[in-house]
């Protein structure tokens, strides 16, 4: 049985592999931000459109960073400068995520509480409506005979 070999995103080039997370981290900053301000604006029709690229940039980043560990001896001796600039964007992807994560949980919490709020108002609407009373079967058919 043979062992796959893990795939490979990052140029074999570390300074370049570098420069390739440094901008996935930049375009999941902006991922991020465009969230936060759809999230801010009410706007979930844009939060949702951004899902789908957002999604394809997070598999490749993870991807990407598994290989960084991987190959993580090849990047010591690498542009120190580089290396703290991609460590600053981790840190602000995590910030910038957090916050996302927080006003997501703060709409699915309006959601759930609307959505209840609905169901007793429907709930409460039901209970009170008068419907018609059945009409005896002996009753329609009288009715129908006087209708021909």
Known sequence: MSKQKPETILSPDTTVALKELVAMSRSLIT?????????????????????????????????ASNEFRRRINEFRGCNSALLMQLEGLQKQLKEKTQEANVLVDQVKRRSRANTRATLFTAQEMGQRAAFPQAVNKDEATTKERAAS
């Open 31 to 63: 991922f991020a931000e465009t969230e936060t301000q759809a999230l801010v604006m009410g706007d979930l029709m844009r939060f949702a459109l951004t899902q789908q690229d957002k999604d394809k940039m997070a598999r490749r980043y993870a991807l």
